[in-house]
T-cell receptor, first 114, second 118 residues
Framework: AQSVAQPEDQVNVAEGNPLTVKCTYS??????LFWYVQYPNRGLQFLLK??????LVKGSYGFEAEFNKSQTSFHLKKPSALVSDSALYFC????????????FGTGTRLKVLA | EAGVAQSPRYKIIEKRQSVAFWCNPI?????LYWYQQILGQGPKLLIQ????????DSQLPKDRFSAERLKGVDSTLKIQPAKLEDSAVYLC????????????????FGSGTQLSVL
């Protein structure tokens, strides 16, 4: 069964510093991986996805993610954090059985300190 | 473009009462999902529709939860009777089929309905 794990409940980073939010995955076959962000009292918003191709994927709001097949990881990164990046971040994997079912991780709360 | 609409925004009920949530996806989106997000956890898929047919409802507690999408557009999720552990945010999401085939690998979410069961 497909799954993703987010090992950190919370990540704190100072504004202007680089940030990393970690995600590891377990899938059979080629992984379809995603990052979503959730601001307070809002639904989830798509940030970026990895389907195939370059291991470094660029997404919205200056975020990028690095796909590493040998480490089964898909970490979210940003070179310089903003206070407005503070939110809840979810890693997700799409089921490879053809049902277009998405499985989400438990989420990581990012807090960017001014 | 209009986003995924959900109502109500908040709902407070007592245990054993019934409740219904409504979702109107983005126009033209064939796939509709209902997720349950308990505080501190990631969204858990309850049911997935393709047009008006059910694709996956394996994690829907069918003794108390039901969902329908009769005309392949908007959808209703019902809980009857509610339990304390049903307190959560219920998220609706939608997606569409690309003209060249395949699904767009991106979900559009509504703002959710926050349910409190007392």
């Amino acid at each position: 069964a497909q799954s993703v794990a987010q090992p950190e409940d919370q990540v704190n980073v100072a504004e202007g510093n680089p940030l990393t939010v970690k995600c590891t995955y377990s899938v059979s076959g080629n992984p379809y991986l995603f990052w979503y962000v959730q601001y307070p009292n809002r639904g989830l918003q798509f940030l970026l996805k990895y389907i195939t191709g370059d291991n470094l994927v660029k997404g919205s709001y200056g975020f990028e993610a690095e796909f590493n097949k040998s480490q089964t990881s898909f970490h979210l990164k940003k070179p310089s954090a903003l206070v407005s990046d503070s939110a809840l971040y979810f890693c997700a994997v799409r089921d490879t059985s053809g049902t277009y079912k998405y499985i989400f991780g438990t989420g990581t709360r990012l807090k960017v300190l001014a | 473009e209009a986003g995924v609409a959900q109502s109500p925004r908040y709902k407070i009920i007592e245990k054993r009462q019934s409740v219904a949530f409504w979702c109107n996806p983005i126009s033209g989106h064939a796939t509709l999902y209902w997720y349950q997000q308990i505080l501190g956890q990631g969204p858990k898929l309850l049911i997935q529709f393709q047009n008006n047919g059910v694709v996956d409802d394996s994690q829907l507690p069918k003794d108390r939860f039901s969902a329908e999408r009769l005309k392949g557009v908007d959808s209703t999720l019902k809980i009857q009777p509610a339990k304390l552990e049903d307190s959560a945010v219920y998220l609706c999401a939608s997606s569409f089929i690309l003209p060249e085939g395949g699904e767009l690998e991106k979900l559009f979410f509504g703002s959710g309905t926050q349910l409190s069961v007392l």
